[in-house]
């Protein structure tokens, strides 16, 4: 079972009309996850990794067999592509990685910092496929928010097309990378920017 094998095609029957799936180019988004990994300084089997809007889990199914993580989690609101996810993950049972998929809304959270078991505290890096998110801007604001309350300090962030936040006082995004590359569902180019997590006065780790 390989990286290539997570190819089935998902029917826009399955999505939410509010809601726009997508898949960002494996080897793109492999490319500045590992960079994020180098940047970390420590083993990559002491870090845990993150998709928010995880799809069917290719990217968090391909870094489990990528990379010797600590664990790979998905978390996915579409309940169809989460069902799909943890089809998958049934061929990953013997990997030394744990994989782990979530049902829920990642801005649905609990002041425990949980999402039906997921502790938002283990994340060292996350990915967020936000190219095509409905908003004013380019800029992140809600997740901005969410993300300097809920992760720990020195955790990277990486995002698509759109920009995190800092708000002076309470919290600071320190962009420490950034690359642009092809993206076949964009019909162009696309950037991914990586963010690391330097200072929060707002979440439960200050």
């Known amino acids: ?35 994020c990994i180098e940047m970390k300084g420590s083993g990559v089997n002491e870090l845990t990794f993150l998709d928010i809007g995880s799809g069917v889990g290719r990217l968090v199914l391909g870094q489990s067999i990528r ?24 061929e990953f049972k013997n990997m030394t990685c744990p994989v782990k998929f979530y049902l829920g809304d990642v801005f649905d959270t609990e ?46 962030v990486l995002t698509t097309d759109k920009t995190l936040v800092s708000e002076p006082g309470a919290w600071e995004f320190k962009l420490v990378a950034s690359e642009s590359g092809e993206n076949p569902e964009t019909g162009g ?4 920017f990586a963010w690391e997590l330097v200072f929060s006065n707002v979440g439960s780790f200050v």
């Open 1 to 35: 079972f390989s990286i290539r094998d997570l190819s089935r095609p998902v029917s826009s029957s399955m999505l939410k009309s509010e809601l726009t799936y997508g898949e960002f180019p494996w080897d793109f988004s492999s490319k500045m996850i590992a960079k």
């Open 67 to 90: 990379h010797d993580w600590k664990a790979c989690i998905g978390v996915e609101v579409v309940e169809s592509l989460h069902r799909i996810s943890s089809e998958y993950s049934e």
């Open 111 to 156: 002041d425990d910092k949980k999402l039906e078991g997921f502790t938002w505290g283990e994340v060292d890096i996350a990915f967020c496929y936000c190219s095509t998110w409905s908003a004013k801007s380019n800029e992140l604001n809600e997740l901005s928010f969410l993300l300097a309350r809920m992760l720990k300090r020195g955790a990277h």
């Open 189 to 192: 180019k696309s950037k991914i």
